[in-house]
């Protein structure tokens, strides 16, 4: 890459103007997973954790950080979101709850972070509403496994495609 967009010719940072840029259809889905004992898992599972519903309140809590992302973020547009889903896969053997989050938009620029971020804290409130129960709670591969509209098109990450969890 031989320009960095994020930083003008004096070498200030800036936000990327995407006046000139097609508005097309963008999506991204994110995944994550938080991994701790089976005892754990299973009161989350059972809804008998002593603060509510994980994984609703994390349902929640992941719609709203992508609602949000540019808050937090410092360089990212704010986005008229058309869509966003976040959804757990339990792996109660494991010890582990695998989330998908996806975010869809019809855009100037790509969702990528906003699916990112639903993941991030639909996890971090997984770890939260839990750390009374298990300290130890891992909060891993947190990464983008699709990304589609725009000018680079289609990515797919080929270690996670064809697979849920």
Do not use: W
């Not at 936000?15 to 963008?26: E, G, H, L, Y």
């Not at 992302?69 to 966003?84: A, K």
């Not at 991030?120 to 891993?140: F, P, R």
Request: proline share 3%; hydrophobic share 40%.
């Amino acid at each position: 890459m031989s320009e960095f967009t994020h930083i003008d010719k004096n070498g200030r940072v800036r936000m990327v103007d995407v006046t000139d840029k097609n508005q097309t259809t963008r999506k991204a889905v994110a995944r994550g997973t938080v991994t701790m004992d089976q005892e754990t898992c299973e009161m989350i599972l059972d809804k008998t954790v002593k603060k509510g519903n994980v994984l609703e309140t994390a349902r929640i809590a992941g719609i709203m950080a992508a609602k949000n992302t540019s808050s937090i973020i410092p360089m990212c547009h704010p986005l008229n979101l058309t869509h966003i889903s976040v959804d757990f896969f339990p792996d109660p053997g494991e010890g582990s709850i695998n989330i998908e989050a996806s975010a869809r938009t019809v855009g100037q620029t790509g969702v990528e972070m906003e699916a990112l971020m639903a993941v991030s804290a639909a996890a971090l409130t997984i770890y939260d509403m839990c750390k009374s129960y298990y300290k130890k709670m891992i909060i891993s591969n947190i990464c983008l496994v699709e990304k589609s509209g725009g000018k680079s098109g289609l990515f797919l990450r080929e270690d996670h495609s064809s697979r849920p969890f």
